[in-house]
Antibody, heavy 121, light 107 residues
Framework: QVQLQESGPGLVKPSETLSLICTVSGDSINADFWSWIRQPAGKGLEWLGRISSSGSANYNPSVKSRVSMSLDKSKNQFYLQLHSVTAADTAVYYC???????????????WGQGTLVTVSS | DIQMTQSPSSVSVFVGDRVTITCRPGHDIDRFLNWYQQKPGKAPKLLVF???TLQNEVPSRFSGGGSGTEFTLTITSLQPEDSATYFC?????????FGPGTKVEIK
């Protein structure tokens, strides 16, 4: 059973870089897509982007100029960097697997438990 | 971006009642529509993918339907553990987008 776990600083200063790690267990990241989604407190979900097992990334235009995703197959981990953060980037950040197969089957499952990142000085 | 709307935004029902949530994307998305359940403090959990396919181990009281620009998630015979917020999500085109959520509460 695949499990994902986010890790990283819970507090980041404005204008600095938010860096998170997602560690995958129970499955290899040699297939599928690996995604980041965030959710500000009491609000909805925002898909930030994904990276394929081959290292090709696809980002949401809302953060495209500030975001970078990468992966390390040897560690079975993938990463999120969000640069020049502001208070508006304060949210719970989730990592997740995206599966694409068959007809119309393109979904996000499972999700990590999420990690709260607060942007504040 | 494809905008997603959901209705109602919240609903309060009795145990055993039937609940239907509607999701309307702003663009025809064929059947590229997924439903998630989120409980407070927890990550979303996939319930339905490809509009109507139930994810493994999801109770059969959940069902999804629709295509194009109107989709539904129905919970027949609501149980106490179904109290949660439900989100739809389109995977038709990037960036993937989610509906604003429907909060289901038990009376």
């Amino acid at each position: 059973q695949v499990q994902l776990q986010e890790s990283g600083p819970g507090l980041v200063k404005p204008s600095e870089t938010l860096s998170l790690i997602c560690t995958v267990s129970g499955d290899s990241i040699n297939a599928d897509f690996w995604s980041w989604i965030r959710q500000p407190a009491g609000k909805g979900l925002e898909w930030l982007g994904r990276i394929s097992s081959s290292g090709s990334a696809n980002y949401n235009p809302s953060v495209k100029s500030r975001v970078s995703m990468s992966l390390d197959k040897s560690k079975n981990q993938f990463y999120l960097q969000l640069h020049s953060v502001t208070a508006a980037d304060t949210a719970v950040y989730y990592c997740a697997r995206e599966r694409v197969w068959g007809d119309y089957s393109d979904y996000i499952d499972p999700w990590g438990q999420g990690t709260l990142v607060t942007v504040s000085s | 971006d494809i905008q997603m709307t959901q209705s109602p935004s919240s609903v309060s029902v009795f145990v055993g009642d039937r609940v239907t949530i509607t999701c309307r994307p702003g663009h025809d998305i064929d059947r590229f529509l997924n439903w998630y359940q989120q409980k407070p403090g927890k990550a979303p959990k996939l319930l339905v993918f490809a509009a109507s396919t139930l994810q493994n181990e999801v109770p059969s009281r959940f069902s999804g339907g629709g295509s194009g620009t109107e989709f539904t998630l129905t919970i027949t015979s609501l149980q106490p553990e179904d109290s949660a917020t439900y989100f739809c999500q389109q995977s038709y085109s990037s960036p993937y987008t989610f509906g604003p959520g429907t909060k289901v509460e038990i009376k």
